[in-house]
């Protein structure tokens, strides 16, 4: 069981940490993706960290600005989100893929099989 946490009402510029937990698995065996769906658009992928090596991937309206990182021992994945801006508001998934083939999309939502429920980020003065 996956479960995202950590969202709120933050100021634009602000900064949140979103965490999703792994409950009756290992995290650190699979990849880890953070997907987002705002408010009449549909879900997009935001970053995503892999098993193999932790290689990281970001989207580009995120890009030095969102940093995802792995506590093993807290079997935990974080979404360290800065300078947040309006245009990030939305509800944030967490979700996981097996190892399989490491050619593949890593912020195609078609890749993960498991998914959380939502944390809600608003961004908002």
């Known amino acids: 069981q996956l479960q995202a946490s950590g969202g709120g009402l933050v100021q634009p510029g602000g900064s949140l940490t979103l965490s999703c937990v792994a409950s009756?698995?290992?995290?650190?065996?699979?990849?880890v993706g953070w997907f987002r769906q705002a408010p009449g658009k549909e879900r997009e992928g935001v970053s995503s960290i892999r098993s193999e090596d932790d290689k990281t991937t970001y989207a580009q309206s995120v890009k030095g600005r969102f940093t995802i990182s792995r506590d093993n021992a807290k079997n935990t994945v974080y979404l360290q989100m800065n300078n947040l801006e309006p245009e990030d508001t939305a509800i944030y998934y967490c979700?996981?893929?097996?190892?399989?083939?490491?050619?593949?999309?890593?912020?195609?939502?078609?890749?993960?099989?498991?998914w959380g429920r939502g944390t809600l980020v608003t961004v908002s003065s």
């Open positions: 009756g698995f290992t995290l650190e065996y699979y990849a």
């Open positions: 979700a996981t893929r097996p190892p399989r083939d490491i050619d593949y999309d890593p912020l195609s939502e078609r890749e993960y099989d498991d």
